[in-house]
């Protein structure tokens, strides 16, 4: 790859007196790009370690990550026990990451837990590498602009990417760790440098299975491009080699019989009648308007725009080193599992790499057009303004600083404090069945299940303790189970240890089997006052307002809303009733969300005059519409087990609470 300067600009480079000169700026420049690193790094590590402090990260996956590698350095690589529960989630009941993904660096990774044997650990390491990344990013830059200041702005621009910032808060993903590594592994192939090029691309590669097939291309880019047709091919065949081994072995190897593959959770559409890649074979040949009807819509099509934005569309003026990225825009933008395609989360790692290198290639051809007309220092000027314009304004309309709409910093008060409470109370390294939002918090110890399983199968080693939150969030079970499973320990030989403000710990022979009234102070709710307030009565149930939050910004481009409802019973003697929060498009229910708090203290164990907090589930929008979606509240009689269709049929009354926008 020989450098895009023009005869003029190599005609203005300092000549070999000026030696000096040149390291002075290379050092400033490297000053400045280890200065908003080390920045990026001090913001997106305390934002990120916030919310693992606040309880907003989950058992997927920081959970399980959190376990496996507590499990990796204690003898036990790759093994963890959190997703045991027969889910509609692929390779559900593994006790080894290698069923889900193939990761070798994890090893490498979980070395980190020598330093702290918890979570944060694996926090920080991936905020560090991705605040790396500024490094090749700026030397590549630089080399190919031949302008230390371009080379500043692009390191500037990596650090601002949206989708790289939402990765980093989404929990931990060794994923993460292929965008440095990819950047540095396209610097050393343009230098010729193929040894630590090689490096790169082996570690890029261990970090997730699709990754050897961008690495593939990246050897093919080498044999075209550099006519080094032996390093190219060697690496391409490496690449796609290693990938089909990974997914077809490896992964084949260590699932469960009888549980889902990716190829059906999230792109079974593809299979059509038939099953496996048969199937998916048959769909391409004879059925593209299926293909067409999940490929042509409007968040797929935002979600190539919200990857190029960022550093102005110069991706596009590199087609060829778009084309790099291939393989993962197809099975994402193919996938029906509307996460790979949202722009968040880690799905896009590689995709970072190859949009911010195409963007510097991208930004050498507009200002080789630009230099026509004006000076090609000028030129180089203003094409590296013009892609600091253009993330600052990225990071305004999406971005995750102070500067942009999805900054968030999580709050920490007394709950969580409690929590930690309850945590610091299990037993090191006993066996534990916990909850979600729980789970990363207990995951340093080899055995870790997800309630209701308690991890009574041979040859696990059982729980006999249980934690619980009943004020936050549950995922997976239904929610009259959480309840009932609860129940029913306690029916046989369980027992309370401490249960206060929606936390309860249970525990195996305990001799206490009656629930303090503390645990239930989470919904009492006399001093509250909600954020907005409603009036009027549905049924007997008055109602006195509503809190609503953002939440999960970093994995939904459409946030999850979180409602807390205020409602007062004046009847001594209230009915059971349930309130449910519809969303609404063009008069259709789109999605609902109603409580697990409810079958706890359910309406008819109220006391008259008081108020209580009922905290709903996580509202997630789904919509491929954009628009915008009304929230409507429904108090009606109280269903064993309602659907959302059931409630929606049932809905009654309804009482507006708020709106959300449906846009990506």
Partial sequence: MSSPATAQERDDQPSIGATSRISTIDALALGLVGLFAFGYGMLFGWLSLRRYWGYQMHALDMGNMGQAAWNTIHGHPFFFTNIRLPWQLEAWGTTTRLSFHVEPIFPLLSLSYLIHPGPESLI????????????????????????????????????????????????????????????????????????????????????KEEIGLTVALFGLYIAKVQSERRIGLLTAVAGILWSLFAVFVIEHHYRQPGTLTYLHTRYGYLEG??????????????????????????????????????????????PEILLLGAPTFVLNLLSSDFHMYSGVGDNSAELISVVVVASIVGAARARQLLGRAVPARRATVAVALYVLLAALVTQNAFGYTPIGPNYAVVSIGPHQRLADRFVSMVPPGAPVSTQDQLDPHLSSRHYLYLFADTGRQPPLVPANDVVLDISAPEYAQPLPDIHAKAMELLHQGWGVVAARDGLIYLRRGAGNKRIPASFYGFMRADQARPQQPLGGQINEMQLVGYDVARTDQPNHRIPNLEYNIYLRSHSSHPGNYIPVIFEIQAGREIGCSMSASLYWLPTTKWIGGHTYRVAMQPLETQSNDPGMAELQLSIQPGLTRPSCGTAWQHRGALTSVGTQTLSW
């Fill in 124 to 207: 920080v390491l991936q905020t560090a590498a991705l605040a790396l990344g500024a490094v090749p990013t700026y030397l590549l830059a630089r080399d190919v602009l031949s302008s230390a200041l371009a080379g500043v702005i692009f390191s500037l621009v990596y650090l601002l990417f949206p989708t790289l910032e939402a990765m980093n808060l989404y929990e931990f993903h060794p994923v993460a760790l292929a965008t440095p590594l990819l950047i540095a592994a396209f610097l050393f192939a343009y230098r010729r440098q193929y040894l630590p090029f090689a490096v790169c691309c082996l570690l890029a590669m261990a970090t």
């Fill in 273 to 318: 009648s038939g099953h496996g890649i048969g199937g998916v074979i048959h769909t391409i040949l004879h059925d593209p308007r299926a293909i067409a009807s999940h490929l042509l819509i409007w968040p797929k099509a935002d979600y190539v725009r919200y990857l190029l934005i960022p550093a102005g569309l110069l991706a596009l003026l590199a």
